[in-house]
Structure formats: C-alpha cells, structure tokens
C-alpha cells in the first residue's frame, strides 16, 4: 500500500486471505488479498452484490489475484457510480500494484454494469463474466415482458435512479444491449452463464441478444447454460473453467 494509512483500514480474515475495508469518495470499498507468495499481479472487481454467491471470486482470490469492490449507491448503473468504479480502479491499481485492467464479476444488475464500465472505460477492463445480466430494462426492471419475479418496487428503484417514466423508457437507447456492438468490437473475453428458468431477468429477453451478437465474430466468447435453473443461485458450474477461460484468452 502507498498513501493509506492503517488508521483508515479496517482488517478482517476472509477465509484466510486479508480483508481491507475503506472509504473512497465517500464510499465503503473492499479489497480482499491473496496470499502474497501467489499474489499474480491481477484483479478482479465485483461490480454488485459483494457478499453474494462468493464462490468464483474467492477461487479467484486463492489462484493468486486481488479482489476489488466499490459499493454503489443505486445498483441501476448511472453515469456517476460508473464513473466512480473507474476512479476507484485507477486507485487502486497503483495503491496495491496491479496490474492495469481488471476481470470484472457482474451477477444481475452487477453484468450490466461490467457492460457500461468496458463500453465507457475499456482500457480498464480486460474481461467479463456475464451472470444472469440485466440488459434489457423493458424486461428487468420494466416488466414489459414475461419476467414475473420482476417487482414494481425494483422498477420504482430505476426511476428514482436514471429519472424517466415507463412511458419514456419506450424511447431509451442507453440499454445495455445498446452498447454491445461496441463491446463486441473490442474483442474482449465474455463468460456468459444464465439460467433456463430465469423469471426475473429472462435470458429471451436480455442475454439471448449478447449470443445473437457474438455468433460468427472472432471474439472469445462461452455460454453455460444451467438447464432448469433460476435467476439464483449465481455462479458458473465450475469456477476452474471459468478462471482457465480467462487465463488463456
């Protein structure tokens, strides 16, 4: 560490690896250490959820690689909170020696913002894993089509954060789906895993348009699909393929 002091720290012991806890731009932030004969230089970032279904981002953390997170103060990707995990990344890199660019872990609303960050700030991001995303807000949180376990007070949290109707969200273009020709043409590594039986964020409605996208184009690209299985649990089948993934891509 550089310029934080220990009376700014918290420590924890996170399954045997050191946790730190600050505060960044007013915000609690998480860095969870490897063993430092391991340590491989790289990050991951778990843009959402910290503490939810940890079982990739931990083996992550025991294969060698620091564990990032900056809490966001509406889970919905706003300009300013995406803006804020790229200050907090370029902090970060320099704060622990990491290697510039991080894998970023995106459950849900959390796959969304990984897809706004790579398409806004894509020197920054190296590669994604894509779980059950958000990516199409007519769907999730709009409940426009068929995805019953959306809730109204999840919409209600949209609103407030981006400030548009249902009525204007008909005419919104800021999608994550509307930026995936621009992800796809920086040819960055994507692990997609979703669900068949997804009633909060459809993979018919959100996910499906990332695979029509990406068939054909020279890009590293894998779909898991876990058959019969629902918006939860997150988390790939086996988290050593998708590490492997990665490091070979």
């Given at each position: ?9 918290v420590r924890y012991d996170n399954q ?52 990032l997170f900056i809490e966001n103060r ?176």
């Amino acid at each position: 560490m550089k310029t934080l002091k220990e009376e700014n720290l918290v420590r924890y012991d996170n399954q045997g690896f050191e946790q730190l806890e600050f505060t960044f731009l007013g915000k609690k932030c998480i860095v969870i250490l490897p063993k430092e004969a391991n340590r491989n230089g790289r990050a991951i970032l778990k843009t959402e959820y910290f503490g939810a279904f940890p079982s990739l981002q931990m083996e992550f953390v025991r294969q060698g690689y620091t564990l990032l997170f900056i809490e966001n103060r509406n889970r919905w990707g706003t300009a300013s909170e995406i803006d804020d995990q790229a200050k907090f990344l370029r902090f970060a890199f320099e704060e622990f020696d990491i290697e510039p660019g991080v894998i970023t872990i995106g459950m849900s609303c959390g796959g969304m913002i990984s897809i706004f960050l790579a398409t806004k700030y894509p020197e920054l991001v190296l590669g994604l894993y894509l779980d059950a995303p958000v990516m199409n807000f007519l769907s999730c949180p709009g409940g426009l089509g068929n995805a019953p376990e959306t809730t109204e007070a999840m919409w209600q949290e949209f609103e407030r954060a981006h400030g548009i109707t249902k009525r204007e969200l008909l005419l919104y273009r800021e999608h994550p789906i509307d930026k995936l020709d621009l992800l796809i043409s920086s040819k960055k590594p994507i692990y997609l895993a979703y669900g068949t039986a997804d009633l909060c964020v459809p993979f018919e409605e959100n996910a499906i348009e990332l695979v029509r996208r990406c068939e054909g184009k020279d890009i590293p690209f894998v779909v898991e699909t876990k058959e019969g299985v629902g918006h939860h649990p997150h988390g790939p089948l086996d988290s050593a393929k998708v590490i492997a993934f990665f490091e070979n891509n």
